[in-house]
């Protein structure tokens, strides 16, 4: 049997960490992070550089504003809990089996490592490599390792940097930590202190009989944990996958660019997430909370799964400047759906073909120029109506061989002119013999029709009109072949289009 | 006295070693060609119109500019190539476009519209291009910026057809020299549908499209049109390497049926 092994990260001043993650303008400032209701807020959490600067736990605001250069932010749960999610992510790709132990003002889990030296290297390696994949997460942790759960533990929230503990060395490891690690109440902690106990060595030397008789049964599991020999029944979360990022704003921002800064930092991570489950990103659900109680939504849905960064960057940045939020925003979450990563097999002799992430951005840019509606494909409409069609999305298919296609003979084209242009007509026995569009004079050389076609009577958009097809020439000499139409209902001449 | 051009022969041979580009020929490449299908226009084009190059089909309104560009797209979409229509003018008709054969899955159709209305403001910060009269053509020149240098398409439509001469006449020459460089690069055949020639001596080929002046009389029915095409300038023809001096360009008619009509009939 696989002697017991586990790790445990410790991400200290957790709500801080959590902020900062995503705001790296502010990494290298001096950050306090206040919680509580307004106004009695107070100081739950802060970085090395504002411990630095004076500013400690319990400060209220007006206190830290005392302190030049202190920035100061608000505790964000729902950042709290993406960043947890990240910490976990980041945990399970060493070990599916991860406890959490978080406290108070730091998250901590406990991943079980035994048996995965043949995948990652000793204890130490994976440690480092733990650390790294953190670290490029945008938290910051310590790591102990331990043939003991609450050994590794312990450790973890007391030391920097990464700790192995060699196995049967958890005592010596623990001894000089202070009583306070144990969490005791304040009568055992006194007790204690009048006996001259301070640290987890002192008490891991006490008798144990005589522990128990004077402080009760659970003395006898603060010796063990002290020794480092206490046994622990390992209880793994099971988180479902979910990529979601989310950050509020201390002060609601106007711009698209600081926006997408954010934006930026977020879809970073979500890409880096996804990938480690071998996954691609298929769609983005962008949601802001905006000034006045309004929400913004939009989704982003690429071509093809996929996690590069920058094109998910271009895709969000076309998206939000074609259709800006209406107030500053207040937070931002973005989430995204998980999607099998795309595999297309090119053909030697395949015809060459957009590349499907690149026309992605090439088609919300040439939206954002001629708008959101009049960019993708004509589809005809099943219907007798002249010239109806609808727009639908384009998109690059492997199957248009497949479908029906019209005959190859040349067939006259028309232009059409939309709206149609309103003409005065001059009619002789019942026939076209001149119109006038604007300026311009016509003398009809020949005229075929009418072709009368109507429906739609039973709808709102009702449609009764005579076709005319009609050679003209112009007062200039210009002759032309034009399709005029006559509107029944109101009685109306329209040049619809020009044969070309 | 040596005479000049023994000067000249000299001066070169003096100078071969040291520019030898400046003072050999350049070689003509052979540009690949699409055919428009249409036989007679092929037959004139001697293949059809070059790939990664750009052709103009100029001419007056009914001349068959559009029924030429949707039979030479018809015949690329039926190749499963993908290609797009920059309608400067929403004159597009996809009725048309699918009678001719045009696979409309394929065609990527940029619609421009003259209002600013919902839009964002232009790149273009010249004054006379954010006109209204200008807006249209500034937002297809864009879009066709865009499509070219996206690539992978096999025909893009710039259809100047409806935009007065006047107003084409002022696109700038470096806006073609870009769409050249593109279109060559990205081996994509670019259309130009205009009323008079715009591209100059990017344009690789120049077909100029008339309506003869006794159209075919009809008894109830307006069937079809016969229309003529002639050849403007052709840069690098596949077999006569110039046809400068050729007095009158050579031309060739070709008809096209109503939409209505079965192919049997034509």
Known sequence: MTAPLYACIYAEEFPAQALLRLRTDLAVQPVAVLGGRPPLETVCSLNRLARMKGATHGMTRLECETIPDLHLLTRSLETEAAARAVMLECAAQFSPRVESVSEENACACVLDIAGTERLFGPPRTLAERLREALTAAGLRASIAVSANFDAARLKAASARGITVIPPSHEAIALSGLSLSVLGLSEDYAETLATWGIRTLGELAALPASDMVARLGPQAADWRKIAQGVLPHTFQPIEDPFSLEEFC?????????DSLLFVGARMIDCLAARAGAHALSLASLDLHMQLDGGRTYRRAIRPALPTVDRKFLLKLLQLEVAAHPP????????????????????????????????RLDV?????????????????????????????????????????????????????????????????????????FRDREQSYRVAEAYGPWRSSGCWWSTEPWDSEEWDVLAESNS????????????????????AYYD | MPSASALRLQIEHALEHRFPAALT????????????????????????????????????????????????????????????????HDAFDSESAAANGVALRQLLWVRCRRSQAGLPKPASTARTWARPDFLHLDQALRATDLLLQAGGFAAIVLDLASTPAEYSARIPMATWFRFRQAADRTRCSLLVLGQEPMAQSSAAVVLTCTRPESPPAFQTVFAGCTYEVRTGRVAAHPSTPFLATQRKPPASTWSANAAWQRETSA
């Open chain 2, 25 to 88: 020929p350049v070689q003509r490449t052979i540009r690949e060609t699409a055919a428009t299908g249409i036989a007679a226009v092929d037959d004139l084009l001697q293949g059809g119109l070059p790939v990664g190059a750009i052709s103009e089909i100029t001419g007056p309104v009914s001349s068959g500019r559009t029924s030429l560009a949707l039979a030479f797209l018809a015949a690329r979409t039926q190749e499963e190539r993908v290609c797009a229509w920059v309608d400067a």
């Open chain 1, 477 to 496: 000499g210009s002759s032309i072949a034009c399709l005029l139409v006559r509107d029944c209902a109101q009685n109306q001449w329209q040049l619809e």
């Open chain 1, 326 to 357: 209406e107030a500053a925003v207040l937070s931002l979450a973005l989430s995204a759906q998980a999607g099998q990563s795309s595999k297309v097999q090119l053909g030697l002799f395949a015809p060459q073909t957009p590349e499907p992430s």
């Open chain 1, 362 to 434: 090439t088609i919300a840019r040439l939206k954002a120029i001629a708008g959101e509606d009049r960019v993708g494909s004509p589809v005809l409409e099943d219907t007798h109506r002249p010239g109806s069609f609808r727009m639908e999305s384009f998109a690059v298919t492997q199957s248009a061989s497949a479908q029906a296609i019209g005959s190859c003979t040349p067939r006259m084209a028309l232009r059409r002119v939309r709206p149609p242009a309103q003409i005065r007509m001059q009619l002789a026995e019942s026939k076209p013999s001149a």
């Open chain 1, 248 to 256: 509020a704003f201390e002060t609601p921002v106007e711009q698209i």
